[in-house]
Nanobody, 124 residues
Framework: QVQLVESGGGLVQAGDSLRLSCATS????????MGWFRQAPGKEREFVAG????????YYTDSVKGRFTISRDNAKNTVYLQMNSLKPEDTALYYC?????????????????WGQGTRVTVSS
């Protein structure tokens, strides 16, 4: 079992930055590909970013490329999402995910563990 706890969400203005954190406990953190998803009101949960077990490889959905950066610290069992140049369309509930598979482009149907989510609201 892996427990995931997100933090760092909040209300910001367009153009601002936020850094989300996801602290994990339980089974070996470095054994999982980690990722972030988001779900806006009335929309399906969508993949945002994924990072390999070592942290050497990352993958992003097109809408956040160049603005968001995913990273992980295996010594601290924590994954991060640095979000810069935030836009109102980034407003969503952001979820941390742990996946025992191989693909960095995580599928929401195959994720092993989810966090409870942290809300990000970007005002225009």
């Amino acid at each position: 079992q892996v427990q995931l706890v997100e933090s760092g969400g909040g209300l910001v203005q367009a153009g601002d930055s936020l850094r989300l954190s996801c602290a994990t406990s339980g089974r070996t953190f470095s054994g999982y590909i980690m990722g972030w998803f988001r779900q806006a009101p009335g929309k399906e949960r969508e993949f945002v970013a994924g990072i390999s077990r070592s942290g050497s490889s990352t993958y992003y959905t097109d809408s956040v490329k160049g603005r968001f950066t995913i990273s992980r610290d295996n010594a601290k069992n924590t994954v991060y999402l640095q979000m810069n140049s935030l836009k109102p369309e980034d407003t969503a509930l952001y979820y941390c995910a742990a996946d025992s598979g191989r693909a960095l482009a995580l599928s929401r149907n195959l994720v092993d563990y989810w966090g409870q989510g942290t809300r990000v609201t970007v005002s225009s």
